[in-house]
């Protein structure tokens, strides 16, 4: 399981959805990275809804649907698919790839 984010490969940032160019520095040279897991810094309830921002090593900081039994401070596996099995995981959705201008 895993959620792809975007990697600057000029200044080394990591970016989620994707974006025409990184924030930090300007670069436009962005890969794909595959990120598996986060730790869980904040939980919010709503009603039966847990939404999580889980923390990946070094950045980004994703905000995703938990699934499963999970608190602050644990890590989490992350995953771009809704996972019903009862093991804690974070849900991102894929994020829209950047469009191309139109010339």
């Known amino acids: 399981m895993s959620v792809t984010v975007q990697s600057c490969q000029k200044c080394g940032g990591q970016w989620f ?4 160019m990184c924030p930090r520095c300007g670069g436009t040279e962005l890969a794909p990275r595959s990120v598996e897991r986060g ?3 904040q939980l919010t309830h709503l009603g039966d809804v847990v939404i999580a921002s889980v923390a990946c090593d070094p950045e980004p900081l994703l905000v995703a649907r938990l699934y499963g039994p999970a608190e602050t ?5 992350l995953t771009d698919r809704p996972d019903l099995s009862g093991r804690p995981v974070a849900f991102v959705p894929p994020g829209d790839r950047p469009r191309k201008e139109l010339s």
């Open 17 to 20: 959805p994707a974006r025409l």
């Open 39 to 41: 730790v869980v810094e």
């Open 73 to 77: 401070g644990d890590v989490v596996e």
